[in-house]
Every structure is written in C-alpha cells, then in structure tokens.
C-alpha cells in the first residue's frame, strides 16, 4: 500500500507543480512550490502517525527556514489527526 501510495501523491503534487523528492523514513516525500513546503506520510499505523501529527518539520531552502504543513495519507478511517492535512 505505502509504495502506491507514495507513487500516486507524487503524481498529484507534481500535477500541481510541486518540485516533489524522496525523503528519509519514516516520511515519504517533501513538496516544495512557491514559499509552501508539504511533508507527506503514507501509513496506517497509530503510532507512527501520532508521532509525525505531534512534530513540527522545517526546511532550509535559499538560507531560509520554512515551516512544513504535514500532509497523510491513510485508509485507517479511525485515525484523527490535529496538525495534518488528510
């Protein structure tokens, strides 16, 4: 699931003109366009979401730190989040 997943949100952001890389794991993808940078996750499980619900991500892009919206991915309907776009 995580693989299609992944495979299918780089199609979507790079359809929105987001210059979309691979990033270490646990998260999946970085998405950068015009001053908004979107960290992207891929997961079903509880914990692994909770943790990247409860950190907040920054980039460093031109020597300026940038915030990160926190954008998941996940067919678990039971799973809330407060801090991530789902």
């Known amino acids: 699931m995580r693989e299609k997943a992944k495979n299918a949100m780089r199609l979507i952001l790079e359809a929105a003109r987001y210059e979309v890389e691979e990033v270490d794991e646990p998260l999946d993808l970085s998405a950068v366009r015009d ?16 943790q990247f619900d409860k950190t907040n991500y920054s980039l460093m892009i031109d020597d300026q730190e940038m915030n990160c919206k926190k954008l998941l991915f996940t067919l678990e309907k039971s799973i809330a989040t407060d801090n991530c776009i789902q």
Do not use: K, Q
């Open 35 to 50: 001053g908004t940078c979107l960290l992207v996750l891929c997961s079903n499980e509880s914990d692994l979401i909770g």
